[in-house]
């Protein structure tokens, strides 16, 4: 079936994009896994090629495009090259709403036209050793002091945390509630604040992923983000956004994996001719072909669905939980059809399969979407 989501410009820009990558990005990707996380060089490049904050007006150096399939056929792109850093998921789907929807122009004037070009790589601050899923136990605490926030406390795993410019940070500012957190944006340099070393990760080498210590880091109030007390709203409003993100990279893994593992069985020989003439492997592949169809299928309608303000919480949720879970499934059955030679690091499909296992937890565990699901099914 044709997929019908995508229009001749989408298509163009994924041209441009491929051809970004396949230059930028694939010949250095083993180098990026060593070194725990992306050439600065790379995110300057990107964002002078326009890949970065496109959906920021043109008077902060963005495109004014705020349409949800560039970000779509990005996430697919960085799959199918095989590269695993979390750039453009992480400044584009995760962090742009936040810039975007919480800041005052004096905050958008200081940040966004840095964003676009490249100078402030961004993270988003919100588990904590004592806090993951239950991200109301938070207990990194803000205090007012005059004019400014006296922040104490760490986060962990923190993506892109040890080499980011500028990290979104929800504290705690009141009673331990939903209206007792508040979002603020706390610069690299600023006295107290601390970024960790990259932690030694099973997966997705090429992203770093870091604890940020605060000790009585003092930021002015002006950069505070959105309604002091509103933080865990504000998540709560960009969370579905940052699911999608991750299921459609999910899909496009899935694919990615499914056509090394059909080159592979067409060209291993065993038992007198090609895996792929085994009924058994043939089978395999019309499983997860199959899957990945009608998978992708959904995803591409909760694509349009975000596009035009539609997507419910519990939707997101679905699609991020069904898609992570099709895609290990998929990404491990394709590695079984390599044989010995799956596990073998020079192979890359043991790479997509050590990245994918993380999918089924970050941007909220997968039981946990199955809780909000379940909710608005049962009606809470
Ligand atoms: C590589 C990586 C990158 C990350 N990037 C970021 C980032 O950029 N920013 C950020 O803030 N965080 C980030 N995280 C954190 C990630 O979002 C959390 O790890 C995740 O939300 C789970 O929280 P936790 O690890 O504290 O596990 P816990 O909350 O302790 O959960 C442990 C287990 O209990 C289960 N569980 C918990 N609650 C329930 C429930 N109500 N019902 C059923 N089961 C439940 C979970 O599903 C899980 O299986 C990242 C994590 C990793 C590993």
Redesign the pocket.
């Known amino acids: 079936m044709r997929r019908d989501v995508y229009t001749a410009d989408h298509e163009a820009f994924r041209s441009a994009f491929r051809a970004f990558l396949d230059r930028e990005a694939v010949p250095h990707a083993d180098e990026w896994e060593a070194a725990g996380t992306v050439d600065r060089a790379f995110v300057t490049a990107a964002a002078g090629a326009g890949f970065l904050g496109f959906e920021f007006e043109a008077e902060y150096g963005g495109l004014g495009i705020a349409d949800f399939r560039y970000n779509a056929v990005m996430a697919e792109e960085v799959a199918a090259s095989g590269t695993a850093g979390d750039t453009f998921s992480?400044q584009n789907d995760i962090i742009v709403p936040y810039l975007r929807d919480l800041t005052d122009e004096p905050q958008r004037k200081r940040w966004l036209p840095r964003f676009t070009r490249g100078d402030l790589v961004t993270?988003?601050?919100?588990?904590e050793p004592g806090?993951?899923?239950?991200l109301a136990a938070i207990r990194t605490t803000a205090r007012r002091d005059g004019d400014h926030l006296v922040i104490d406390g760490t986060?962990?795993?923190?993506?892109?945390?040890a080499t980011c410019d500028l990290a979104i940070v929800l504290v705690r500012t009141g009673e331990r509630d939903g209206r007792g957190t508040t979002f603020v944006a706390v610069e690299h340099g600023t006295p107290g604040f601390g970024r960790g070393r990259p932690m030694h990760?099973i997966g997705?080498r090429a992203q770093d992923?870091a604890e940020l210590v605060f000790t009585g880091c003092r930021v002015p109030v002006g950069n505070i983000l959105g309604e002091p007390g509103r933080g865990f709203g504000s998540a709560i409003v960009n969370l579905p956004r940052e699911r999608l993100s991750i299921a459609v990279s999910a899909v496009a893994s899935a694919g990615h994996a499914l056509n090394l593992a059909l080159e592979h069985a067409r060209a291993r020989v065993a038992f007198g001719g090609p895996l792929a003439q085994l009924q058994s492997v043939r089978m395999t592949l019309a499983e997860l072909h199959t899957d990945i169809q009608v998978m992708r299928h959904y995803i591409d309608r909760c694509v349009l669905a975000l596009n035009t303000g539609e997507l419910g919480a519990d939707e997101a949720a679905g699609a991020k939980y069904k898609a992570t879970e099709l895609q290990w499934d998929v990404v491990d059955r394709c590695l079984q059809l390599f044989g010995g030679y799956g596990y073998m690091e020079e192979y890359p499909i043991a790479r997509i399969w050590r990245d994918a296992r993380?999918q089924r937890?970050?941007?909220?565990?997968?039981?946990?979407m199955k809780?909000l699901v379940g909710r608005a099914v049962v009606g809470r």
């Open positions: 992480m993270a988003l601050a919100l588990t806090a993951g899923s239950d986060k962990t795993f923190i993506t892109g945390g990760k997705r992923t993380i937890i970050y941007g909220g565990s997968n039981e946990v809780d």
